[in-house]
């Protein structure tokens, strides 16, 4: 059955209302009319206005403005003009200003039927587009993870390969880089993906607490201990802990968090007696935990521990063709959520993501899009939909300088950075990539090895 589509005219509707009357009813459109006086824009938020005739006669000087301000209320609405016989250039003037067709008065009903037949068929082309798009994006889906960067499609494969065998793997890369997705991707692929999948949030647990949230303690092992407690390691018996943001721990727990991963055993606060722990381990982590060694926060024992399998998720900056992708895949889902038609973003929006440098990642990506489809009347959400910070995105205007991030890198951070950019400039050709960064291939696996960056 083929979706209705919903047809606005805008202007004096008498002569044309008669003619449409007139006009069979094969294709699925419903017609709405909407007088010129006032402000007919808001007629476009009543109903997902796919098309409309713009009756320009009667108008005078009103006609282009108003048509215009119809546009920019919503670029994506096929606009036909029509007129009263005019100059032979009334037609390209018309069409040069944005509209999609132009026709002279008296409009008869084969005219309007030819109108609405094309509208149908756009829209119908439009729906099979995004049909197509969405089979397409399935392509991309690892997991739960969505990409279709080529450095990604590594990280994938790293994936899929070290689940078979890890004890401990460490994943690394900024905020809102989807750390978590990656951990449950290697628990789905795991040997032990029918056990439990035990989430520790780091960034939550008082220092105090930290000891006795990770390993349990015994009765009476401190005041108000009244009974037994279990330990999260001891939750995860036979399956994975996931340890978000490992560098949090504070130094007086990294020396029995190291212990339980060199030898499987750990003791509950209060307890003389040592508890073993068939348990593995994914760590994650935004900071520089190389940087906290050397600073002395963080223990270099536990670090290589924790580090002999690494997995590095670049940053949603660095993988621009992701964008589309990620903005389909989220509106889906915000689609159901609000019971929104949510068909896309426009073209301006569009230009606006790709503009826009993401410091917060995927996570701001899902945000901006959440907040924004909450607000949209629209089949399509525009740039009046998205939050202030990123209007100023919009056609025209350029991007506000960022914060100079880099200032606050470590040489690590920035080597690291700078051979990834290479590799990706390079297509991954690792002889072409170390005569770039003029260092031999033994030294440049040797630096991919350090970073987590897959070969």
């Known amino acids: ?113 030819g109108i609405l037949d094309r509208v149908s068929r756009q829209s119908l082309l439009r729906r099979e587009t995004l049909r197509l798009e969405k089979e397409l994006e399935k392509r991309y889906v690892f997991q739960g993870m969505i990409s279709k960067n080529p450095f990604m499609f590594e990280v994938f494969s790293r994936l899929d390969s070290l689940a078979k065998h890890f004890s401990t793997v460490l994943i690394t890369g900024e905020t809102g880089t989807g750390k978590d997705l990656a951990a449950r991707a290697i628990h789905g692929l795991s040997p032990v993906r029918r056990q439990k999948f035990v989430v520790c949030d780091c960034t939550s647990i008082p220092d105090s607490l930290f000891e006795s949230e990770l390993f349990g303690y015994v009765r009476g092992a401190f005041t108000g201990a009244g009974r037994d407690k279990t330990g999260l390691f001891e939750e995860a018996e036979g399956g994975i802990i996931f340890l978000d943001e490992v560098g949090e721990v504070p130094p007086a727990v990294q020396s029995k968090l190291l212990r339980v991963l060199e030898n499987r055993e750990f003791r509950p606060v209060g307890s003389s007696r040592s508890r073993t722990a068939d348990v593995r381990v994914i760590a994650a982590s935004n900071r520089n935990l190389r940087g906290a060694v050397q600073a002395g926060t963080f223990r270099s024992d536990l670090f290589h521990r924790l ?149």
């Open 1 to 113: 059955m083929k979706p209705q589509i919903h047809f606005l005219v805008v202007g004096r509707t008498d002569a044309l209302a008669r003619s449409l009357r007139q006009v069979p009813a094969a294709p699925p459109v419903q017609v709405r009319f909407c007088p010129a006086s006032g402000s007919p824009e808001d007629c476009l938020l009543r109903d997902p206005v796919r098309a409309g005739i713009f009756d320009a006669d009667g108008l005078g000087r009103r006609a282009v403005p108003l048509f215009l301000r119809l546009k920019k209320a919503d670029p994506l609405i096929s606009w036909f003009v029509v007129d009263s016989p005019g100059s032979p250039d009334a037609g390209l003037a018309w069409v040069s200003r944005g509209a999609a067709d132009y026709l002279t008065k008296p409009v008869e009903a084969p005219s309007l039927e």
């Open 307 to 455: 580090s002999r399998v690494e997995v590095f998720l670049p940053p949603l900056r660095e993988r621009p063709e992701d964008i589309p992708l990620l903005t389909g895949h989220l509106l889906e889902r915000f689609r159901k959520k609000f019971g929104k038609t949510l068909l896309g973003v426009s073209r301006d929006v569009q230009k606006a993501f790709l503009t826009h440098d993401w410091p917060g990642n995927i996570r701001e990506l899902e945000n901006v899009l959440e907040s924004s489809a909450m607000v949209c009347a629209k089949d399509f959400i525009d740039i009046g939909d998205l939050p202030e910070y990123l209007r100023r995105l919009g056609p025209g205007r350029t991007r506000p300088a960022s914060p100079a991030r880099e200032d606050l890198l470590t040489l690590d951070d920035m080597e690291r950075r700078h051979i990834f950019a290479v590799l990706q400039k390079t297509g991954r050709n690792l002889f072409r990539a170390s005569g770039v960064l003029g260092i031999s291939r033994t030294t440049l696996y040797a630096k991919m090895k350090k970073y987590g960056i897959p070969r």
